[in-house]
């Protein structure tokens, strides 16, 4: 017979060898239908497996994002750091953690699921960029005036999509007939304003605002493979990435809830902008280099255009004093 400690390293061995839809499919045949958020979350960080527990950026990989736009993108961010008197940054999805020359002399703490921990009761900035997207969602659909789940099933050697019960959505525009449950969102707001005595909140990602819901009938999920999109996310889980837009309207409601005031919201560009104008970006030295004025026209028109920043404020909570 094993003794309990061999057994439980041969079953951590027989988990490493399962693939992705291996997990999934045993989970699901173990439970039943499983959240489309339990599904994201095996696909992207499934240990040894998941697709984000591999390199995937870069040529090679899947997707370039701003971040691989250096130095340019990192002396903008450490322009404005400087320009709010900042002198700490926590960056939670860090991935490879390109930022870390950027704020080489502040103190930076790179987050990545497998590295890094949150400080405690911290002042300064989270830099969220291309985080939220990358976060857990629930999914709904509209049915008989309410809302209802979709969860995700097995038929035959297919993941599917299979119908739920009810499901509270916050507000949705009339015409939209599935809307993402941004679960993981909600949790990793909690945690920032949790860890962050006072300090700032920088997202930049992409997204839609309340008003630009209604261009998003079908939801938002995307999958993205090989720097192709996908329309299918349920498709080789583990082998594409998924994605979904980040609720912005949402997103600032739910972090007031946590003292995270919204400072501004604007296009990545203008913020970027804003970040150089005042003396033309000349800490940039473009003159003297035409890489640095590609990648810049990159971040300010391409996408710059794309993306979001939202800038939330956390104030230090007053200190109760005894009255006298
Ligand atoms: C789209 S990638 C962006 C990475 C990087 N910011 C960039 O732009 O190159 C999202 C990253 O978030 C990470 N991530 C997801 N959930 C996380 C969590 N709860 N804590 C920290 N990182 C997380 C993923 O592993 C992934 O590296």
């Known amino acids: 017979m094993l003794s309990r400690a061999k057994e439980r390293v041969t079953h951590a061995k027989l988990r490493v060898q399962m693939s992705v839809a291996e997990l999934l499919r045993a989970e699901i045949a173990r439970h039943g239908s499983i959240p489309f958020s339990r599904f994201m979350e095996v696909a992207l960080y ?16 899947d997707f370039y994002t701003a971040e691989q736009l250096q130095p340019v993108f990192g002396m903008l ?17 860090a991935g490879r953690a390109a930022l870390a020359e950027t704020f080489a002399g502040l103190g930076y703490t790179p987050i990545d699921i497998g590295y890094g921990a949150w400080p405690e009761d911290f002042r300064g900035l989270v830099l969220a960029h291309e985080f939220f997207d990358a976060l857990p969602v629930d999914v709904a659909e509209r049915c008989d005036g309410g809302w209802r789940e979709r969860r995700v099933g097995v038929s035959g050697d297919r993941f599917v999509w299979t119908p739920g019960a009810a499901i509270p959505v916050g507000e949705v525009e009339e015409g939209i007939a599935v809307v993402e449950v941004p679960v993981g969102m909600e949790r990793e707001l909690r945690r920032i304003a949790g860890r962050m005595g006072s300090g ?3 997202v930049l990602d992409y997204g839609y605002t309340q008003r630009e819901q209604i261009r998003f009938p079908q939801g938002t999920l995307m999958s993205y493979r090989q720097h ?16 979904a837009h980040v609720p912005f309207s949402g997103l600032a409601a739910a972090a007031a809830q946590y003292g995270l005031e919204l400072v501004r919201s604007e296009s990545m560009g203008s913020f970027l902008l804003r970040i150089g104008e005042a003396d033309e970006f000349a800490f940039l030295e473009l003159e003297a280099n035409a890489e640095r004025r590609l990648q810049l026209k990159t971040l300010l028109f391409d996408l710059g255009e794309t993306f979001r920043a939202l800038w939330f404020e956390k104030r230090e909570r007053p200190v109760n004093r005894a009255p006298k």
């Not at 499934?46 to 990989?61: N, S, T």
């Not at 961010?77 to 002198?87: A, D, K, T, V």
């Open 46 to 61: 499934a240990p040894e497996v998941g697709y984000y527990r591999r390199d995937r950026f870069g040529r090679a990989g």
């Open 77 to 93: 961010l450490r322009r404005w750091c400087e320009q709010q008197g900042i002198e700490r940054v926590v960056q939670p999805g």
């Open 228 to 243: 192709r999109a996908v329309d299918d996310v349920l498709r080789d889980p583990g082998e594409q990435d998924i994605t």
């Open 200 to 202: 700032h909140l920088l």
